[in-house]
């Protein structure tokens, strides 16, 4: 008998869960911040799902009731793409060790 | 046009990029090659959705110009956004996320032939599940941080709104949500999914409401989390493995989150989430209030002290953030180790308005992080401390957390800023802090008060010093 690929996504999904739970925990708490504003732009990966649907429409029907979805959508996660990747590079930056020098 | 399983493989390189992305958050010196990782993989992901449609007609333009518009809005707001609005920033970009799964549902549950899924009025059963659940999710993950932003940015009140029959009426929604899925898997009817949606953006509105402005580290992160189901919800429907995978990466990330924040208080995830907390304690404080002395200084008593003493150490909370204090006080600890003292900063888990929010205005102000210490490692150096700087902290430093087992906050870890030989407390007035109690330390043989502003406080005690 076949397996639904469902399962293998299932799969795949309850082993992420994991990866995420010990990576996570491994995060340490001083980039907490970071943490929340990195995970903020990668869940914008959703914009794929948009672009399917924006580039859904024919030549004739571009602006079918569900591409303008689509192209909300992307709108919408391309901010938080650019926001969130660009937001925790200016924190990362910010994060410095004590100057040896002074020491 | 490349097939969809070499699609398939790029698309689980991207997860893969993802989480070398948060693994490199372990150190701050591997976190930047995280962030690239984190880019790289979103790059690869676009390019190759772009490349598996094959489609490059007019809507390819559309669909470029919308990803420029919302970038350039995006790079926008990233480099003006103050780094003391970090908190209203999550949460307006969790809004985002959520609104975007919703609008991707939306479209796929128009026009499901373009994500093969059946056909309209006829979608597999098996997708229409996980999209209605990807959907709501992301409607309550929108409205909720909408509310959350609202509170952190001050246009709402942050005090919690509560009503009777509030429990039961969110009950009431979340049950019949799930009665609507169902009707909505056996029957298709659109109407139905509409009526989802509305509800859904409903309870998010109504599970926020009652949490009041202290308690939103753990709601950021709760909603960080849904934002991250929500994703995996809908990256089941697109059958895509990216999706998936960030989807489980961001949604335990949060729990967990959440998880560190309720420590942190010493309350469970359901007591923060039933909401009303520090709403009807002002009946029992007034009862209790007697006017007990408190020795308050200026910025030159402060300043004396800390010439005296050989160590220093810092405890920063919401109030530095308020004030904007984070730069002046790197001064003051500039003037500090220029007379050989001592300065480290200890920062509670749940200070300021979300995880991490005083580590990030510290590296602001140029504190190395390694002068930067969590409340387990730096606690027992209080005793040891000639000084205790608290600037802007309240709850977090209250001894009676650990002495007075009636106290709201009985139980929570707190700081022993109590121990040191002197304490130094900024602070505008006696006022209690959020769980509307008095904090036993003002009244300390040892403290001396600070009242003024956190930041021309600390401006004065360095021209003193």
């Not at chain 1, 990747?85 to 994060?95: D, E, G, I, K, N």
């Not at chain 2, 333009?61 to 908190?87: C, D, E, N, R």
């Not at chain 2, 002197?422 to 008060?449: C, H, Q, W």
Request: net charge neutral.
């Amino acid at each position: 008998m076949e397996i639904d690929p469902l399962i293998f996504r299932l799969s795949i999904f309850i082993l992420s869960i994991f990866v995420g739970y010990y990576v996570v925990w491994s995060v340490t708490p001083s980039l907490h911040t970071p943490l929340m504003s990195v995970t903020n732009a990668i869940s914008s990966v959703i914009i794929v799902g948009a672009i399917i649907a924006g580039l859904a429409g024919g030549s004739e029907t571009i602006f079918n009731i569900s591409s303008v979805f689509g192209f909300l959508a992307i709108a919408l996660a391309a901010i938080n793409i650019f926001g969130g990747f660009l937001v925790t590079q200016r924190m990362l930056a910010m994060y410095k060790k004590k100057k040896k020098d002074k020491q | 046009m490349i097939s969809a399983n070499l699609s398939a493989i790029f698309y689980l390189v991207s997860g893969v990029l993802f989480i070398l992305a948060l693994r490199g958050l372990s150190s701050p010196e591997t976190s930047r090659q995280g962030n690239l990782f984190g880019i790289v993989g979103m790059i690869i992901a676009v390019v190759v959705t772009f490349l598996s449609t094959g489609n490059f007609s007019s809507g390819f333009i559309f669909v470029l110009v919308f990803i420029l518009v919302g970038g350039s809005i995006g790079a926008f707001i990233a480099y003006k956004i103050p780094m003391t609005a970090m908190p209203e920033l999550v949460a307006g970009f969790h809004s985002l996320v959520g609104l975007a799964a919703v609008f991707v549902a939306i479209a796929a549950f128009l026009n499901p032939e373009a994500f093969n899924l059946g056909t309209q009025g006829n979608i597999k059963l098996g997708s229409l599940i996980e999209m209605s659940i990807g959907a709501a999710v992301g409607a309550i993950t929108f409205s909720g941080s909408v509310i959350a932003f609202l509170k952190l940015q001050g246009i709402m009140s942050g005090s919690p709104i509560t009503f009777r029959g509030q429990h039961l009426l969110n009950a009431l929604i979340l049950i019949s949500i799930i009665i609507l899925i169902y009707l909505l898997c056996s029957t298709q009817s659109s109407n139905l999914f509409w009526i989802l949606l509305s509800i859904s953006f409903l309870i998010g509105f109504l599970l926020i409401i009652p949490i009041g402005g202290a308690d939103m580290p753990v709601v950021i992160s709760m909603l960080n989390s849904y934002s991250g189901w929500a994703a995996a919800g809908i990256g089941f429907t697109l059958e895509n493995t990216a999706l998936i995978i960030t989807g489980a990466l961001v949604g335990s990330s949060g729990a967990i989150l959440s998880y560190i924040m309720c420590k942190g208080m010493n309350r469970s995830f359901f007591n923060v989430i039933l909401g009303g907390f520090g709403a009807t304690d002002d009946a029992s404080s007034s009862t209790s209030k007697e006017q007990r002395p408190v020795k308050s200084g200026n910025a030159d008593d402060a300043a004396f002290l800390m010439k005296n003493a050989s160590s220093v150490i810092i405890v920063p909370g919401y109030g530095m953030a308020v004030a904007q204090a984070q730069h002046a006080l790197r001064e003051m600890v500039d003037t500090l180790k220029k007379n050989d003292i001592k300065v480290s900063y200890a920062i509670h888990p749940v200070a300021g308005r979300m995880p991490g929010h005083m580590n990030v205005l510290l590296a602001e102000a140029n504190v190395p992080y390694d002068e930067v210490f969590e409340l387990e490692e730096i606690n027992n150096d209080f005793a040891n401390a000639d000084v205790a700087f608290v600037i802007g902290a309240n709850d977090v430093t209250n001894p009676v957390a650990k002495t007075d087992p009636q106290s709201p906050i009985y139980g929570m870890p707190v700081l022993d800023v109590e121990k040191c030989k002197s304490v130094l407390f900024v602070k505008r007035s006696l006022s209690p802090g959020y769980a509307g109690i008095d904090n036993d330390l003002f009244y300390k043989e040892n403290t001396l008060m600070l009242f003024a502003d956190a930041k021309k406080m600390t401006e004065d005690i360095t021209k003193n010093l």
